[in-house]
């Protein structure tokens, strides 16, 4: 299936909650609401025409003009074809639909997300930091962070 | 006597009281054990919180992040796009080839650059050398973790030769930064390819042996078989890959499906589990299927030291890297397993965002379902079957 086939039928299906498409991409990808997300995923798994069964990656973003947002590369093991979905947020209220009921792999993934970029995925089964410590505070990968001077009052040197 | 006995009571918690980092509340039966972080059989820091009802698994919860970098905070912290190479090297140091290709083959697909055949031919010898490498540090610690040290030290005095090898090419035994963008750091010094050749043919008995001496190993057989089964919809539901997938009786390799490089032009097999032991999935099957792929990496390089072509392996280099806006997400078969970089360019000559999804971080992710219901002595096989290199799981 192609990506516009993909855009036609999760727009025929879901309608508003499909926001647009950018298809002459080098990689074409979908734009969907992020309080939806969960509905179109299981669409993309279980229609036979889709079958979306891997979810290769998910990477969380800061687009660095008040938005945050999270890329989900899709890949059908039965069908072979590829998709790029994204969802994007406003940086105050950083509220996603996890996915990770639909494909186990999001879990970690989701967590590191949040860990990194403090995305909350809503219906988390386990929503804790996973590569940084429990008590870090702020998230590293998001455009306007400043590298703390001290941990736990210990100054870190550079 | 009075004081005494709340003093004791005042100790034992009630039912209900205790709960793991997950949220899971414990029941009077179970315990929690901690396995790591410096424990020898986790592969490096990586700690385990086993709930334990008598000797049965319960749960398993990984905590990782002991290694933690950010490399990705690094690689948009960098001055250009080669920059990021040294710092992918050393995500997973056991193969730091595979993990340099897969971020070249990235920008390259990006910048749309065709690189010379023969660095397509050197890249794919170096990977699959590496991938030799590094399974030989998978099986033979492998072997330790089931109480074997004697295949071991085989695998590491082989892993030596292949390490002399990358040596004399680039001067670095483990962190190489050897595959750039648009080609290579040095072309091959005049001996290699001899010395390449003599290796295939020395390493290719010493496969059999070590089969001998390990995988048909009696002992060796009944504690992996039938241990830490991953069925295959559940291996592609957490996106399992590389030997992982395999074993699991998935037919996928990518270096065959969503094919790179020049390995289209080699006879090669990508290598299944067949539950040959045991079940299909088992850990076995995960072992066999990383000793035959050292057959088959072994049988690529022959036919592409024999294919060699001429060519400057810094021709297509570019002088400055400034992609256009866009991202790309670019995945290659790393020894452990599905390395892919979203790469996002905001048209300067530093990325805006590179993601890596490394391998051992998704597969170790299974790891809690396979282990549910196994004996605590298993586990221990059971995570060193998944190969985890903790320097790419915490990135």
């Known amino acids: 299936m192609t990506a516009e086939q993909v855009f036609t039928s999760l727009k025929a299906k879901f309608g508003d909650a499909v926001l647009e498409a950018k298809l002459d991409a080098l990689q074409p990808w979908i734009l969907v609401v992020p309080e939806r997300m969960k509905e179109v995923a299981l669409f993309l798994r279980d229609d036979p025409a889709m079958q979306f069964d891997y979810l290769m990656c998910l990477s969380g973003m800061d687009y660095n003009d008040g938005k945050l947002g999270v890329v989900y590369h899709l890949f059908s093991t039965v069908h072979r074809h590829k998709i790029v979905l994204k969802v994007q947020c406003a940086k105050e209220t950083p509220h996603v639909q996890s996915v990770s009921a639909v494909w186990g792999t999001a879990n970690w993934h989701e967590r590191e997300a949040y860990d990194l970029l403090g995305i909350i995925f809503d219906e988390h089964p386990d929503l804790r930091r996973i590569l940084l410590p429990d008590d870090w505070g702020g998230y590293p990968l998001r455009k306007d962070y400043r590298v703390p001077e001290f941990y736990n009052g210990v100054k870190v040197p550079y | ?132 490498a ?14 074997a040290f004697t295949p071991f030290l085989y695998a590491f005095h082989d892993r030596e030769r292949i390490l002399d090898l990358f040596e004399m090419t680039c001067g670095a035994r483990l962190l190489y930064n050897y595959v750039w963008v648009g080609g290579l750091s040095h072309d091959l010094p005049p001996q290699f390819i001899d010395k390449a050749k003599e290796f295939c043919k020395y390493y290719r008995p010493r496969i059999k042996e070590f089969n001998d001496l390990l995988t048909y190993n009696e002992i060796f057989v009944k504690r992996t078989a039938n241990v830490g089964v991953l069925p295959k919809d559940v291996a592609i539901n957490y996106a399992c890959s590389g030997p992982m997938l395999r074993a699991s009786g998935v037919n996928w390799d990518l270096r065959r499906d969503d094919p790179y490089s020049v390995y289209d032009r080699f006879e090669w097999e990508p290598q299944v589990g067949k539950g040959e032991m045991g079940t299909v999935g088992d850990t076995w099957d995960r072992h066999i299927v990383r000793m035959r792929e050292i057959e088959q990496s072994v049988n690529i390089i022959e036919q592409a030291l024999a294919g060699i072509p001429e060519g400057n392996v810094q021709a297509a280099i570019p002088k400055r890297i400034r992609p256009e806006r866009g991202e790309i997400y670019a995945r290659t078969e790393a020894p452990r397993g599905e390395i892919g970089y979203y790469i996002v360019s905001d048209g300067s000559t530093t990325p805006f965002r590179v993601k890596a999804r490394s391998p051992a971080f998704v597969n170790l992710s299974v790891l809690p379902e396979i282990s549910r219901g196994a004996m605590l002595a298993d586990l221990v096989l059971i995570a060193a079957g998944v190969d985890i290199v903790l320097g790419e799981v915490d990135r």
């Open chain 2, 1 to 132: 006597m009075n004081g005494s006995k709340t003093l004791l009571t005042s100790y034992v918690s009630q039912p209900g009281e205790i709960k793991t980092s997950s949220g899971k509340t414990l029941r009077t039966d179970e315990m929690i054990i901690n396995m790591g972080p410096q424990h020898p059989s986790t592969h490096g820091v990586l700690r385990l919180e086993i709930v334990v009802d008598g000797e049965i698994i319960v749960d398993v919860i990984p905590h990782i992040g002991y290694l933690h970098r950010c490399f990705e905070k690094h690689a948009e912290h960098m001055t250009n796009y080669q920059q990021v190479i040294p710092y992918a090297d050393r995500m997973d140091y056991v193969a730091a080839m595979n993990m340099e290709q897969g971020y070249a083959v990235a920008m390259e697909r990006m910048l749309k650059i065709e690189v010379p055949e023969r660095v397509e031919y050197i890249r794919v010898i170096m990977a699959e050398l590496q991938r030799i």
């Open chain 2, 134 to 147: 590094s399974h030989l540090v998978a099986v033979g610690t492998f072997g330790i973790d089931a109480g």
